[in-house]
């Protein structure tokens, strides 16, 4: 039984910064896809960012480039988002995905991914 748990989430104000965690246990990652997705009330599934996790090669959204980093600790098997200068349209539920069979062309894709944590709501006042 693969569980994440992200933490982390809450409410801040524009320009402000968060961290998101992801833990897992369950599952000792190795050359899965790790991703953070995001979901608006009523909105899809969006793609945050993702790193493949043996060798820490990081992927971002446009909207998140510049502001945004994903990382990972190896001896925590945790993921990380830091989250700088955020802004109201970054309001949405935070999710944390993992793909054990991760390959590159799929990182950016919702559908690849088989464990999803309960997700963590980010609320980015005006």
């Known amino acids: 039984q693969v569980d994440l748990a992200e933490s982390g989430g809450g409410l801040v104000q524009a320009g402000g910064s968060l961290r998101l965690s992801c833990a897992a246990s369950?599952?000792?990652?190795?050359?899965?896809?790790m991703g953070w997705f995001r979901q608006s009330p009523g909105g899809t599934r969006e793609f945050v960012a993702g790193?493949?996790?043996?060798?820490?090669?990081?992927h971002s959204a446009e909207s998140a480039k510049g502001r945004f980093t994903i990382s990972r600790d190896k001896a925590k098997n945790t993921v990380y988002l830091q989250m700088n200068s955020l802004q109201p349209e970054d309001t949405a539920a935070y999710y944390c995905?993992?793909?054990?069979?991760?390959?590159?062309?799929?990182?950016?894709?919702?559908?690849?991914?088989?464990?999803w944590g309960r997700g963590t709501q980010v609320t980015v006042s005006s």
């Open positions: 369950g599952r000792t990652f190795t050359n899965d896809n």
């Open positions: 790193l493949r996790w043996h060798t820490g090669s990081t």
């Open positions: 995905a993992a793909d054990p069979g991760g390959i590159m062309s799929s990182i950016r894709k919702p559908d690849a991914y088989d464990y």
